[in-house]
């Protein structure tokens, strides 16, 4: 993977973590196994988007919500990231031929905007992927959770 592509990976790994340490906390010892392994999809390119291991409309098993929430922050991370890349492109494009100064840089983490837009991605991945609405919720809070105010470790 690129430079860029192992930040975003970490990014993704740090936060499916600390999702799954607030709503699966039991899981957390097959938590680097299974990261190692999307982490090992990403670099070959290959990572599923389907409901892994089988259907979960019948309840969850523990190693199928470790999956859910790796794929599904990533699809929404990578989802927020692309819109606000694409939102900073068309800024400074304006700018540029406006001629006016750069903005400030701006505090790291994320704005109320892009917290909800995560939030968003979130919950609509999760669901897509066979988690209930009610789990699809709590993953989506924990996700902006960990982005907004990430655990010490």
Do not use: Y
């Not at 999307?38 to 969850?60: C, E, L, N, T």
């Not at 900073?88 to 983490?109: K, S």
């Not at 995560?118 to 609509?124: D, F, G, I, K, P």
């Amino acid at each position: 993977m690129t430079e860029p592509q192992n930040a975003a990976a970490d990014l993704v790994v740090d936060a499916a973590r600390a999702v799954v340490r607030r709503i699966a906390a039991e899981e957390l010892p097959i938590f680097d196994e299974v990261a190692a392994g999307w982490r090992r999809q990403m670099s070959k390119g290959r990572v599923s988007w389907s409901v892994p291991q089988g259907g979960v409309g019948f309840g969850i098993d523990t190693t199928l919500l470790t999956e859910l929430v790796l794929q599904v922050v990533a699809a929404a991370v990578g989802e927020v990231l692309v819109l606000g890349a694409t939102t900073a492109r068309v800024g400074l494009l304006r700018r540029r031929r406006r001629e006016l100064p750069a903005p400030p840089d701006a505090r790291p983490g994320l704005d109320s905007t892009q917290a909800r837009r995560l939030r968003e991605a979130c919950r609509r991945h999760a669901v897509a992927l066979g988690l209930d609405p009610n789990r699809a919720e709590l993953l989506a809070d924990a996700a902006v959770g960990a982005m907004v105010d990430p655990p010490d470790e």
